[in-house]
């Protein structure tokens, strides 16, 4: 007698897959526009009781998961977004895309991050914002509770996110 296992391992396979949150379900969507671009930012959903609900961006045919910022900022003077995203391991990225491009400048933060609030209001008590720009030179004000101000220079040339002293 021979057995068929190809119905019993695709079953596997299937359970396993929701097991390990490989599936998900689509959540809330919102959809913005700047300089015609549409840009979405949509939550996925586990299947899990207690997994883990993902943000993700996405421009211009590009998909970025675990957006921590609750939206992004958009810097008319160099046509672009910035928005911070988490990675396994504890490293934050400060990504700087070009909606003109499609370039994305990716600034890995290991200690402190910078950018957690961009998309609050700049009154907001966690706010993330840009106080200026000048040529690749932009200012980030994050705001903290109960303390000072911090101030950051993003140089989009050379790629870099230093404090302002």
């Not at 996925?44 to 910022?69: K, N, Q, T």
């Not at 910078?114 to 040529?135: I, N």
Request: net charge positive; charged share 25%; proline share 4%.
């Amino acid at each position: 007698m021979k057995k068929n296992i190809i119905k019993p391992a695709a079953i596997v396979i299937v359970i396993g897959g929701l097991l390990t949150s490989c599936g998900s379900l689509a959540g809330d969507k919102e959809v913005f526009h700047e300089n015609g671009v549409e840009i979405v930012i949509r939550e996925r959903l586990s299947l899990l009781p207690h997994g883990m609900d993902v943000d993700y961006l996405e421009v211009r045919g590009r998909s970025f998961s675990h957006l921590i910022s609750p939206s992004y900022v958009f810097i008319p003077e160099w046509n672009s977004i910035i928005f911070l995203t988490h990675r396994d391991g504890g490293a934050y990225i400060l990504h700087v895309f070009s909606l003109e491009t499609k370039r994305d400048i990716a600034l890995k933060q290991d200690v402190a991050y910078v950018g957690m609030g961009l998309g609050y209001p700049k009154t907001d008590f966690l706010a993330c914002y840009v106080e200026k720009v000048d040529g690749d030179i932009a200012v980030l004000v994050n705001r903290g509770f109960k303390s000072p101000d911090s101030r950051y220079e993003l140089n989009r040339a050379k790629k870099t996110l230093t404090p302002v002293r």
